[in-house]
């Protein structure tokens, strides 16, 4: 099992960016990623924000933008919709905290089955993080943290509060070549991400 890698999201969303050659050479990838992102992935919408439901809500730091952009695109390989609010909702304003823009965001999260917590450093400055985190927890139950790490890891501890949730990894599954998101307990306690969606619990492998 493995964790996500800072420098393998990047990479996944660099690889996209450069491609289509959005933005110019003296942007940061995070502003060339909202640009790319936003208007690649809103084209291959059928339905809007207001009326899809989503697979998952991913929850980030708005200082992530290439991360979360490339996370997007790596989960979605794996056929699940996602949820990003500078992409879904583009005209959202994360920039403060506020009554409206707090309940679009419970909207949002009634249409989505699962929350994921995307823990990166910047987490612990995010205003909105602990908060959907908790409104979701209460709301659905379904909720894990995915750990965006600097270096390859096999493992995760969390700190706090953080150490009561679930916690991603992604892995092939047995006998084949294609990768899964399973949610971990422990090192040897998981389940695969579909059927902890279905009400399934980690079990001891």
């Known amino acids: 099992m493995a964790l996500f890698t800072e420098e393998r999201l990047r990479n996944r969303a660099r690889n996209l960016i450069n491609k289509g050659g959005y933005g110019s050479i003296y942007d940061s990838y995070e502003t060339r990623a909202k640009s790319v992102l936003s208007k690649s992935l809103n084209e291959q919408r059928t339905f809007s924000a207001q009326s899809k439901i989503y697979d ?27 949820y990003v609010d500078w992409i879904e909702d583009p005209l959202l304003s994360r920039a403060n905290v506020t009554k409206e823009t707090a309940l679009v965001l419970q909207e949002r999260m009634k249409k989505c089955k699962s929350l994921i917590y995307a823990f990166s450093e910047n987490a612990s400055s995010s205003k909105w993080m602990p908060w959907e985190l908790g409104y979701f927890d209460a ?18 501890i969390g700190s706090e509060y953080l150490g009561i949730y679930y916690y991603i990894q992604i892995e092939k599954t047995s006998g084949t070549n294609e990768l899964a998101l399973w949610i971990h307990e422990t090192s040897s306690k998981y389940v695969i991400f579909n059927s902890w969606l279905g009400g399934s619990k980690p079990f001891q492998r």
């Open 139 to 156: 709301l659905k139950g379904t909720v894990a943290v995915l750990p965006i790490s600097k270096t390859s890891k096999s493992s995760f």
């Open 56 to 82: 998952i809500f991913l929850s980030h730091s708005s200082s992530d933008a290439e991360i979360v952009a490339g996370l997007k695109l790596e989960i979605e390989d794996l056929g699940y919709s996602v």
